[in-house]
């Protein structure tokens, strides 16, 4: 009995845990309506509440065995109830704090001024808590009746402030996007192009060492005589958002696309928009306990580089770039980030809207045929399932590349981008490889195996780069960026991967490590500059094609990447919006 009484405490902290992270959604979701917080809450009771509930458990049990003098709790204890709350409680806190530094930047500032708030209380609350079980246990036996009465303020405190400082939400109205019709506000200058390659996930610890060696010398004569930046990342470092907003020179708050898909509590109809970080908290998908719809092109409230260009008389060409299904209508060719995955399939790929237009279905469904290039796969990793989906991925890569070379000839463009993700794949399971310190466990051999396996894969993204700086005319510009780089993952995500039977990643972006970019051509000062952001990607390439920047747009247009000469005949202008 005594072990049972034990359990009716762990499971009251557990629940306390449950109430703080279903807060800090809350938070993080601001449009979330306080009518779907109870199917909120059972959701979480029923995940992450039984499960602090049995780490609980086991600390109390643990106490009992080394304990000098063990203890026989009541059903509801305030000698147990007071540690754990605390605990549970800076818990909270500290979740709250790490979300609120790691958020805040894409985060609307009435709402990082809200969950400022609520962090504050929660902590205090905390604070509060753990110098009550530290008077309990000074004072102890002399227990005073109103210690329980207080830890019951302060628990209710710890949940009601916060939820306070969130309020009842704002509107979730979504401003409608115009998908067409903005009538052209200044004509494009000269005839020069523009070529983006994104590399995801590339890193410049492998890029560097790389290119010094002579074994990326692409790599190495952008460093050269190109300008160099750091780019600092968004988070939820996932590629719909980071990619969104590089589309659109906009953060998340102004995009509608503020994670990589929208989730619903089991019998909820409300959605989030973005899940916490730093606990766990995507397991919830994978376990049912949230239902999960991915974003598509239509979910975007902001015009994208693409759209504004066509509308400007700048004819483009899309290929792969996140959040692009269905492809919509615009000047010149698009190929959806899902057209791959549709072509596997049985579908119609002339009705799918993978491609626009219609006739460039049939040209890029040859090429994932039919790539032209050498796509060998690397030597398995750990398992043979994890070198398939990276050989895969490298071979839509290479088909995507082939289907920009090929559409070209039918629809030549001045703006065009391809999206590689190889590389992202490659490192989510060969990084340790690459970086064995961190993991510790890592041989020799296996260094030398993968490693290599790794360099060739950023070899074939080198020589995708030659081919790239091959095709380039006098007055044309490149750009080689990547969004996010690569950071080891921690042990607890290795051991969750393990949990499901999966390959083991050993790489991640989540931490959000910066990502890079290199522009190069005749218009461009060669150097190392400040560090840019994701967001003023569309503004630059605004600017070097002639256009004005929007004044709505988050990022700013990096002027001073290019010469003299080419600044002082192209003075930067602005539109109040390219918005309706």
Same mark, same amino acid.
């Given at each position: 009995?005594?072990?049972?009484?034990?359990?009716?405490? +762990?499971?009251i902290?557990?629940?306390?845990?449950?109430?703080?992270?279903?807060v800090?959604?809350?938070?993080?979701?601001?449009h979330?309506?306080?009518?779907?917080?109870?199917?909120?809450?059972? $959701?979480?009771?029923a995940?992450?509440?039984l499960?602090?509930?049995?780490?609980? %458990?086991?600390l109390i049990?643990v106490?009992?065995? &080394?304990?000098?003098?063990?203890?026989?709790?009541g059903?509801i204890?305030? !000698?147990?109830?007071?540690w754990l *709350?605390?605990?549970?409680?800076g818990?909270?806190?500290?979740l709250?704090?790490?979300?609120?530094?790691?958020?805040?930047?894409?985060?609307?500032?009435?709402? &990082?001024?809200?969950?400022?708030?609520?962090?504050?209380?929660?902590?205090?609350?905390? +604070?509060?808590?753990?110098?009550?079980?530290?008077?309990?246990?000074?004072?102890?036996?002399?227990?005073?009746? %109103?210690?329980?009465?207080?830890?019951?303020?302060?628990?209710?405190?710890?949940?009601?402030?916060?939820?306070?400082?969130?309020?009842?939400? $704002?509107?979730?109205?979504?401003?409608?996007?115009?998908?067409?019709?903005l009538?052209a506000?200044?004509?494009?200058? #000269?005839?020069?192009r523009?070529?983006?390659?994104l /590399?995801?996930?590339?890193?410049l610890?492998?890029?560097?060492?790389g290119?010094?060696?002579? !074994?990326l010398?692409?790599? #190495?004569r952008?460093?050269?005589?190109?300008?160099?930046?750091?780019?600092?990342?968004?988070?939820p470092?996932?590629?719909g958002?980071?990619?969104?907003? +590089?589309?659109?020179?906009k953060?998340?708050v102004?995009t509608?696309?503020?994670?990589?898909?929208?989730?619903?509590? &089991?019998?909820?109809?409300?959605?989030?928009? @973005?899940?916490?970080?730093? *606990? /766990?908290?995507?397991?919830?998908v994978?376990?049912?306990?949230?239902?999960?719809q991915?974003? =598509?092109?239509?979910?975007?409230?902001?015009?994208s580089?693409w759209n504004?260009?066509?509308?400007?008389?700048?004819?483009?060409?899309?290929?792969?770039w996140?959040?692009?299904?269905?492809?919509?209508?615009?000047? #010149?060719?698009q190929?959806?980030?899902?057209?791959a995955?549709?072509?596997?399939?049985?579908?119609?790929?002339?009705? =799918?809207? #993978?491609?626009?237009?219609?006739?460039?279905?049939? @040209?890029?469904?040859?090429?994932?045929?039919?790539?032209?290039?050498?796509?060998?796969?690397?030597p398995?990793p750990?398992?043979?399932?994890?070198?398939?989906?990276?050989?895969?991925?490298?071979r839509s890569?290479?088909?995507y590349?082939?289907?920009?070379?090929d559409?070209?000839?039918?629809?030549?463009?001045?703006?065009?981008a391809?999206? %590689? !993700? *190889?590389?992202?794949?490659?490192g989510?399971?060969?990084?340790?490889?690459?970086?064995?310190?961190?993991?510790?466990?890592?041989?020799?051999?296996?260094v030398e195996?993968?490693?290599l396996?790794?360099?060739?894969?950023?070899?074939?993204?080198?020589?995708?780069?030659?081919?790239?700086i091959?095709?380039m005319?006098?007055?044309?510009?490149?750009?080689?960026?990547?969004?996010f780089?690569?950071?080891p993952?921690?042990?607890?995500?290795q051991?969750?991967?393990? $949990?499901?039977?999966?390959?083991?990643?050993?790489?991640?972006?989540?931490?959000?490590?910066?990502?890079?970019?290199?522009?190069?051509?005749? +218009?461009?000062?060669?150097? !190392?500059?400040a560090?840019?952001?994701?967001?003023d990607?569309?503004p630059?390439v605004?600017?070097?094609?002639?256009?004005? &920047?929007?004044?709505d747009?988050d990022?700013f247009?990096r002027?001073?990447?290019?010469?003299?000469?080419?600044?002082?005949?192209?003075?930067? $202008?602005?539109?109040?919006?390219?918005?309706?």
């Amino acid at each position: 009995m005594r072990y049972l009484r034990m359990l009716t405490n +762990a499971v009251i902290a557990g629940v306390a845990v449950a109430l703080y992270i279903a807060v800090l959604m809350l938070q993080l979701n601001p449009h979330y309506s306080l009518a779907g917080f109870p199917a909120l809450v059972l $959701t979480l009771v029923a995940s992450y509440g039984l499960n602090v509930a049995a780490v609980f %458990y086991g600390l109390i049990v643990v106490h009992q065995v &080394v304990a000098a003098e063990p203890i026989s709790p009541g059903w509801i204890s305030f !000698r147990v109830l007071v540690w754990l *709350c605390a605990i549970g409680a800076g818990t909270g806190a500290a979740l709250t704090w790490t979300n609120l530094q790691g958020f805040g930047p894409v985060l609307d500032p009435s709402t &990082v001024l809200r969950m400022t708030g609520g962090a504050v209380a929660l902590t205090l609350c905390a +604070a509060f808590m753990l110098m009550l079980a530290i008077w309990h246990r000074w004072r102890a036996p002399l227990g005073s009746k %109103y210690e329980p009465v207080l830890l019951a303020l302060l628990l209710m405190a710890s949940v009601a402030v916060p939820m306070t400082f969130r309020g009842p939400g $704002t509107d979730a109205t979504r401003p409608p996007r115009d998908a067409g019709g903005l009538a052209a506000t200044a004509e494009a200058a #000269g005839e020069s192009r523009v070529t983006l390659l994104l /590399f995801e996930g590339a890193s410049l610890d492998v890029i560097a060492p790389g290119a010094a060696d002579g !074994r990326l010398p692409h790599f #190495g004569r952008l460093a050269q005589s190109a300008a160099f930046m750091h780019v600092a990342t968004i988070r939820p470092t996932q590629p719909g958002t980071v990619w969104t907003a +590089a589309a659109t020179g906009k953060l998340p708050v102004k995009t509608g696309i503020r994670s990589a898909a929208t989730y619903w509590p &089991v019998g909820g109809t409300d959605a989030i928009e @973005v899940l916490p970080d730093s *606990c /766990f908290a995507h397991a919830l998908v994978r376990f049912g306990f949230l239902r999960q719809q991915l974003h =598509t092109s239509r979910d975007l409230t902001a015009r994208s580089l693409w759209n504004i260009l066509s509308q400007q008389g700048v004819p483009v060409g899309i290929i792969n770039w996140s959040v692009t299904q269905p492809a919509r209508e615009l000047r #010149g060719y698009q190929v959806s980030d899902e057209f791959a995955q549709l072509a596997g399939s049985s579908v119609d790929l002339d009705n =799918t809207e #993978g491609a626009w237009p219609r006739e460039a279905a049939s @040209v890029a469904a040859a090429a994932l045929t039919n790539p032209g290039v050498d796509t060998r796969g690397a030597p398995a990793p750990a398992r043979s399932d994890a070198s398939e989906l990276i050989a895969s991925t490298c071979r839509s890569d290479r088909a995507y590349e082939r289907m920009a070379t090929d559409l070209e000839g039918s629809f030549p463009s001045r703006f065009r981008a391809v999206r %590689y !993700r *190889c590389l992202d794949a490659a490192g989510h399971y060969l990084l340790r490889y690459a970086q064995p310190n961190p993991f510790g466990d890592v041989s020799a051999e296996d260094v030398e195996r993968y490693n290599l396996a790794l360099g060739g894969f950023y070899a074939a993204a080198d020589a995708a780069v030659g081919r790239a700086i091959a095709g380039m005319r006098p007055g044309d510009l490149l750009i080689v960026m990547s969004g996010f780089g690569m950071d080891p993952m921690d042990i607890g995500k290795q051991l969750l991967e393990r $949990t499901f039977g999966n390959p083991v990643p050993t790489g991640t972006h989540e931490r959000a490590p910066d990502g890079f970019m290199f522009v190069f051509g005749s +218009a461009v000062t060669p150097g !190392r500059y400040a560090r840019a952001s994701i967001v003023d990607l569309v503004p630059t390439v605004l600017y070097f094609f002639g256009l004005p &920047v929007g004044r709505d747009m988050d990022g700013f247009a990096r002027t001073d990447i290019f010469s003299r000469d080419f600044t002082t005949h192209r003075p930067i $202008t602005y539109i109040p919006t390219y918005e309706r």
